[in-house]
């Protein structure tokens, strides 16, 4: 990261501090670089809506993506905290890298831990080249947060499953090629719990019955995605895990979702530029309020990074991560309406000023920072009880 948040993040078992600001040097150089030839202007939410395959593969030749995958599929066998400092510094540019980022953030670290060989053989090497894209399908119309009140159903099949259901704010599916399904394979008197009876499949979105309906973004772009699976068949090798352990491979996701980088990190190139811009008018006013956000900023990347380390070693991060995601979308709001205060300009999506154009997006994508990811709302209330409070 840049700024007053540019250092090492330390030792871990596979990479020593050195190698860690090595490769941080070496991400970042090339980023400037590519901002310099004119490869992509910064954005803020890039990790969502910067949609660039040819960025990505060119990260995928370096190394930088599926860092944690295990070399014998196609990945750099590195620690979480490398993967953490090349994250850290293409979000901070504002690089384009929605293309491979769910693939890589947590369709990999799954498949690596529940999936088979055969499903390892067939996606990691494409992720790690950033060939392959994947999204998410979790959330469901009218089931908000609530994801345990899935009604997809999963029926057996000879020779598999037949899934028949919808998902919803599902990033990105118009563009990706396969997407993990949660889909309920016995009814909860079955199963005797909500959160039993559930489980995941690999579909892939050009599979017959698969329907991907476009949900446009206020600023008119597309990103999200209503998906309809009607009567589609999965065969048994698409079984992600064991059938009936979804719950408790879609929290290890969310805690992966939840806790990352991108979820204080979407609006950083805005208050890099905002830092910049007070330093230079030397107000007080406006560098204590600076201030107070970058000392947030540090304690969020702090936190962070102690549950990356902790999902490193399979610990239980759910609490964590939803107190990160928490703390950090409320955190990337308000670095929104600090520049608002300011900079003294207007929004404007459709100036030549890159500033006024960043400050734009940013407002129109910041109803969104807390909702996505599981509305924080929803996960104070998750927190609470984690901690027996209600």
């Known amino acids: 990261m840049r700024g007053a948040v540019a250092v090492a ?42 949609w660039d395959p040819g960025f990505s593969r060119e990260l ?6 599926g860092m944690t995958i295990p070399p014998a599929y196609g990945g750099a066998g590195r620690s979480q905290l490398a993967r953490y400092v090349v994250a850290e510094e293409l979000l901070s540019a504002g690089a384009p890298v929605a293309a491979h980022w769910i693939a890589d953030r947590q ?89 039993q009876g559930l489980s995941q499949f690999l579909v892939p979105l050009d599979s017959p019955g698969v329907t991907v309906r476009p949900i446009l973004l206020m ?15 999965v065969p048994d090798d698409m079984v992600v895990g064991q ?24 609006t950083y190139p805005l208050l890099a530029a905002l830092m910049q811009i007070v330093a230079a008018r030397g107000d007080a006013t406006g560098r204590r309020a600076v201030s107070r956000l970058m000392a947030r900023l540090w304690v969020l990347r702090h936190m962070s990074m102690a549950v990356a380390e902790g999902l490193a070693t399979q610990a239980d991060e759910d609490l964590s991560g939803n107190v990160v995601k928490d703390l950090g979308t409320r955190f990337e709001g308000d670095v929104v309406e600090e520049a608002h205060r300011q900079l003294g300009i207007e929004a404007d999506a459709a100036s030549a000023d890159g500033l006024a154009r960043m400050l734009a997006f940013s407002t129109l994508h910041a109803p969104g920072f807390t909702l996505r990811g599981g509305t924080n709302e929803i996960l104070r209330g998750l927190t609470a009880r984690s901690l027996g409070l209600r």
Not at 135 to 147: K, Q, T
Request: glycine letters at 10%; proline letters at 4%; hydrophobic letters at 40%.
């Open 243 to 266: 059938i009936g352990t979804g719950w408790q491979q879609v929290t290890a996701e969310l805690a992966i979702e939840r806790s990352g980088p991108e979820r204080f990190l979407s």
């Open 107 to 195: 369709v990999a670290p799954s498949l690596v831990r529940y999936g088979t060989d055969a499903q390892k053989a067939r996606y990691l090497p494409a992720i790690s080249a950033g060939d392959c894209y994947f999204a998410i399908g979790m959330s469901e119309p009218e089931s908000g947060s609530d994801l345990a009140s899935v009604r997809t159903r999963a029926k057996p099949a000879p020779g598999g499953w037949v899934i028949e259901g919808s998902k919803i704010w599902t990033s990105g599916a118009h563009h990706a090629h396969a997407f993990f399904v949660l889909a309920r394979t016995a009814s909860v008197e079955e199963a005797g719990s909500r959160h």
């Open 60 to 65: 995928g030749a370096r190394g930088w993506i």
């Open 219 to 233: 600023t008119g772009e597309h990103h999200f995605n209503e998906v309809w699976l009607d009567e589609v068949f």
């Open 9 to 50: 993040v330390g030792q871990s078992a596979a990479d020593s501090a050195d190698e860690l600001q090595h490769l941080r040097t070496e991400v970042r150089d090339f980023v400037h670089k590519a901002v310099a030839d004119g490869r992509f202007l910064p954005q803020c939410d890039s990790w969502l809506t910067g």
